[in-house]
């Protein structure tokens, strides 16, 4: 059973930064997927934060963290990283990262629906 597994929240104040983790489970072959991490508040859906290719080649970002935040994959670690930086109350959130099946070697969906599989999300809180 593939399983995504984030971690790195807490809660922190305003300018400081945070790197968050998501492992995926050995069964997922790592390549094939594209990665993107969304965040989630209560009453809210899901909203895309940041992605990156399967190619690892091309990024994208909303316009709310692209100069805060950076994305990164470890291949050999089954793993994908959020580096996020001078951090705002305003990402108060749940994270969640999510994974892509051979959506294509440069694309970076934005959309929730195009992700297969979830980890349960790591909670990051910051205060002003």
């Known amino acids: 059973q593939v399983q995504l597994v984030e971690s790195g929240g807490a809660l922190v104040q305003a300018g400081d930064s945070l790197r968050l983790s998501c492992v995926a489970s050995?069964?997922?072959?790592?390549?094939?997927?594209?990665w993107a991490w969304f965040r989630q508040t209560p009453g809210n859906e899901r909203e895309f934060v940041a992605g990156?290719?399967?190619?690892?080649?091309?990024?994208h970002f909303s316009d709310g963290v692209k100069d805060r935040f950076i994305i990164s994959t470890d291949g050999a670690k089954n793993t994908v990283y959020l580096q996020m930086n001078s951090l705002e109350p305003e990402d108060t959130a749940t994270y969640l990262c999510?994974?892509?099946?051979?959506?294509?070697?440069?694309?970076?969906?934005?959309?929730?629906?195009?992700?297969?599989?979830w980890g349960q999300g790591t909670q990051v809180t910051v205060s002003s």
């Open positions: 990156i290719s399967q190619s690892g080649e091309r990024t």
């Open positions: 050995s069964q997922l072959t790592f390549r094939y997927y594209a």
């Open positions: 999510a994974a892509a099946y051979n959506l294509g070697a440069a694309r970076v969906p934005v959309d929730h629906y195009l992700y297969y599989y």
